[in-house]
């Protein structure tokens, strides 16, 4: 079989959020098996010249091309703005109008494989949460910050378009904190800091996983067609304040009064934007259970919590 033959046999897969360290890494281990077209709405993703990349918003008439061109088999859509990113309104036109887009064009071209990353959050923090969060648990969040809004309507129409064409087989993931190096979101920012303020008196329990974990846990659910939601979490967990302690930060306390606490984590971190819904992740344990997932997948996470705070304690660098 010739090398052009072999590639017109690979499975083709859109990979959205390629400018993320977490695509980076799921591209790097799927790009032998498939080939791979990427895509990121915010900034362009420099990953060399045998893999297409395109830095396309996805309600651009051209991003339809895309799926013209390349005849996807299946859709990585890791692409969900983050709180601590873009307005709100923007957010909303990316992570709801985008990702609805998206999931019409997979629809329109027979895609047959759909993997949508989500994030815990979904969940919210509150004071009654239990010890550990299942599947099944409401997504009280977006009643709690109106930050959290589009996270949570990302989820609901992945959900209403898997009812509605279960062809797509759509596959949603709620991870834990991602971590690790090169992630940039609000949490490895925080581990990463020489200083990091906590809120007085409080030391909820955290999950971490490493993005090498979780770029693993995003192939194996693409590769095996299962639908669902499912949490992605290790079975351990730590207190923020111990975290941040084998991190080597040296903890600032303040006090947990909303108006202030924001204030205070933007001048310390030297940060454009800290979400004002993180305070209550600060406060309230949000413990999820990640042993559907695990088991449906045969999945284990490989980096130990040790390994992940040794990695922030020996670089406290901008990440």
Known sequence: MTEQQTKQHKPCILVTGAAGTLARQVIQRLQDSCNLVAVDSREPADLGDTIPSYCIDFNQ?????LFRRY?????IHLGRIRSSQLTRLRRYNANVLGTQKLLDLSHKYGIRRVVVLSTYHVYGAMAYNPALINESTAMKSAGLSSDLVDSVELENLANIY????PELNICILRPCNIVGPGVRNTMSTLLASHRSPVLAGFSPMMQFIHVDDMADAVVLAYKKP???VFNVAPEDWVSYQHALALSGCARVPVPSIPPVLPRVILRTLRLKRFPAYLIAFFKYPVVIDGRTFAREFNFTPRRPLKEIFRFYKDNKTPV
Do not use: M, P
Request: proline residues 0%; negative net charge.
């Open 61 to 65: 008439r051209s991003f339809e091309d």
């Open 162 to 165: 898997q009812w509605r064409y």
């Open 71 to 75: 005849h996807f088999d299946g859709v």
């Open 226 to 228: 299962v639908c669902g």
